[in-house]
């Protein structure tokens, strides 16, 4: 099918869904519980009835009881709207393998999950220049167009989550869970636009991926450090004690992003670009994003 997902991988998706805290008003019908009253399989209620209303819908066995008309309302199962913000800056290519292979195959199992569920999927790849987006897309038989589109992402430039939430925000009204795939190694801060997202009732869920050379530099004596978005550059002695504070610093970032999430209930993940893929989704987003 795709380099990103495998037929055998594709038939395991088939049994989870994406997990969310809330329900979310859809557009059509689909396998969600929604916040409006429609017509489907569970009871929900009751109200009077007034002229207009479909009388196949009246409580017969209520009317006897209580001399009145009264209309039974149901919950309705309505799609779900899903949105990819997938990091395409240029830091995201660095590693073996590159962060952005990985966020690629994430953001791939989690739309395939998506459309198996009748929900809606988007993907905005996000860097300072404004990139095109797909979707939404709903049903099994966009995967294809999907997987094309995220093979097809090509990291650039530099990072700017404030503004991709801005412009996001600006354009989605329908409400939803929005994964943000990213390293975030943002100089512009990553903060204020995760809670932008809550703030206007959307649901962020963070996928943290960082390179293996980032965890664990290469052991080195003088060693150039190259930004590869801005180009700036660093001088650095590799000895131990520069290994052990680097090491410090990078899982100290790490905690920080999860503390914050976890702190703001929004689910966060980390794995090195270099992780066991199918081990990551089916252990680490299963226990906090996802649901059989």
């Given at each position: 099918m795709s380099d990103l997902l495998t037929p055998a991988f594709i038939r395991r998706l088939e049994r989870l869904a994406i997990r969310v805290r809330r329900a979310f008003a859809g557009r059509m019908q689909g396998e969600r519980r929604s916040t409006k009253r429609g017509v489907s399989v569970e009871f929900a209620d009751y109200r009077e009835y007034v002229p207009g209303d479909d009388p196949r819908y009246l409580d017969w066995n209520a009317a006897a009881r209580m001399d009145r008309l009264y209309l039974k309302l149901y919950v309705e199962e309505e799609d779900l709207s899903v949105n990819f913000l997938v990091d395409a800056s240029a830091s995201m290519s660095f590693g073996k393998p590159a962060k952005i292979d990985f966020a690629r195959r994430v953001a791939a199992a989690l739309s395939y999950v998506s459309l198996a569920n009748l929900d809606r999927v988007s993907i905005v790849p996000y860097a300072a220049e404004q990139q095109e987006k797909i979707g939404p897309e709903r049903g099994r038989s966009n995967v294809f167009k999907l997987l094309k589109f995220l093979e097809g992402i090509q990291p650039s430039g530099t990072t700017s989550l404030t503004s991709t939430v801005r412009s996001f925000l600006a354009r989605n009204p329908r409400r939803g869970p929005v994964f943000?795939?990213?390293?975030?190694?943002?100089?512009?801060?990553?903060?204020?636009?995760?809670?932008?997202?809550?703030?206007?009732?959307?649901?962020?869920?963070?996928?943290?991926?960082?390179?293996?050379?980032?965890?664990?530099?290469?052991?080195?004596?003088?060693?150039?450090?190259?930004?590869?978005?801005?180009?700036?550059?660093?001088?650095?002695?590799?000895?131990?004690?520069?290994?052990?504070?680097?090491?410090?610093?990078?899982?100290?970032?790490?905690?920080?992003?999860?503390?914050?999430?976890?702190?703001?209930?929004?689910?966060?993940?980390f794995a090195s670009s270099a992780a066991d893929f199918e081990e990551f989704v089916f252990r680490t987003l299963r226990v906090v994003m996802l649901e059989a």
């Open positions: 943000v795939l990213t390293d975030f190694l943002d100089p512009a801060g990553w903060e204020k636009p995760l809670a932008q997202l809550a703030h206007a009732g959307f649901q962020p869920m963070v996928v943290h991926v960082l390179a293996p050379e980032e965890l664990e530099p290469p052991d080195a004596d003088d060693v150039r450090f190259i930004d590869s978005e801005t180009g700036a550059s660093v001088d650095l002695s590799l000895n131990a004690a520069v290994l052990r504070a680097y090491r410090g610093r990078v899982e100290g970032f790490r905690r920080e992003v999860e503390s914050w999430c976890t702190k703001h209930a929004m689910p966060y993940a």
